[in-house]
């Protein structure tokens, strides 16, 4: 990629509701950055050029003269001339199964580099399937799941890995969010994500039997089976399994690190966590209904028409206020389990018991409109700062695989988001 592009950053989607809260990041980060160069991007000029006055309100920065790029996601033309004025896209228009994939290809043409926010692993695993190659080839870095969706747990894999004396065999991960006296209320383009997803999730089993015919070697010793609703004694809460898109981000990771760096694949298992037994079964019972409901094109309308009716406004069209943004936080607690004794072959098992734990915990601000901006602002300006860290090669890549020996982590508990380890 030629230096001589006039931005290092293009906020592509800066119209939206997450990507309002993107340029904020950035214009509070220009700073610490010092010659960062950066613009906006969507579809109309003058919500774009509302977007910039805001933020100069907001940030008390006055960045109502910054560049604007006009570009949409359905004029494939204009999205090459964005990418080609820039180093690292930061695309912020979803659902991606919808949006995503023209912008991907526009930036391996146009050679920049891109970030996403998705939460959506057909997608996620589609652009690795269909664009790894393309992006090598193209000396391009593609790398998704890069918001709250999921840099804490794909890099808080990575960092209780690092900070295990031995070989890590099993981790549980148990997902608390803290909403504040105001509530819990996340956007509509999550939820409406979150369906299609569901809808289509018969997609994913095909793209991985293409993606990976030969599966990872399996541990000959499983993390302890629990039932389908639990009370964790390490966490105090209730817990079930968690449906997201970070266990199948984690999986990915593993596989490059089993592929490429010889490292023995960790196990993954996370969990979602309530403050009581009946709002687990409560919750229980709306993945149900939800589930059902997304699978067939009548009911799916139902739940995309009216998302606070079917989540008991969990999820709004309007979104949080900013009340409840600032009173909402979240924490992963990682349970690790392995060996204290560390095998030369990635491959070989272990005949023994795992005999060492350790709980590590990854903590921050409200997750989809705090923690998720400054994880992908953050991961867009260490492609642009240390790109010698960075994989060799350009490819399609998951956080933890891109970023494992650059400074993301630190640069993360720089800004609150904590990665700590508690227990050995």
Known sequence: MADSRPYDLIIFGATGFTGQFVVDEVVRVAEEEGSLTWAIAGRSMEKLQKVLEESSQRTGKNVEEKPIVVADSSSYNSLLEMAKQTRVVLNCVGPYRFHGEQVVKACIEGGASHVDISGEPQYLEKMQLLYNAKAREAGVYIIGACGFDSIPA??????????????????EGFLNLSPGPDGLVLNYATFESAVYGFAD????????????????????????????????????KWCLPFPGSDKSVVQRSQRFAFD?????????????????????????????????????GPTRSLLLMFPSFFTAGVFKKGGPTMAQIKGTSFSWTFLASGYSQKLQDHEAQH???????????????????????????????????????????????????AFEDTSLIQRLDKHNIKFQQLEE
């Open 260 to 296: 490429e760096k010889k490292q023995r694949p960790v196990q993954f298992i996370p969990y979602f966590c309530r403050p009581s037994r009946f709002a687990a079964y409560a919750m229980a019972f709306f993945a149900v209904i939800f589930g059902l409901m997304a699978k067939f």
């Open 351 to 401: 005949e023994e018991e795992p005999d060492k734990k350790m709980v590590t915990k990854v903590s921050g601000p409200e997750p989809g409109y705090v923690t998720t901006p400054i994880c992908m602002v953050q991961a867009g300006l260490v492609i642009v700062k240390e790109k010698s860290r960075l994989p060799k090669e350009g490819g399609v890549y998951t956080p933890a695989a």
């Open 154 to 171: 794909d890099m808080g894999i990575l960092f209780t890995r690092n900070k295990f004396q031995g070989d890590l065999n099993a981790v």
């Open 201 to 236: 999730s018969g997609e994913l089993q095909p793209l991985r039997k293409a993606l990976f015919p030969n599966p990872l070697p399996r541990s000959a010793h499983r993390p302890p089976k629990r039932p389908t609703l639990f009370h964790s004694k390490e966490t105090d």
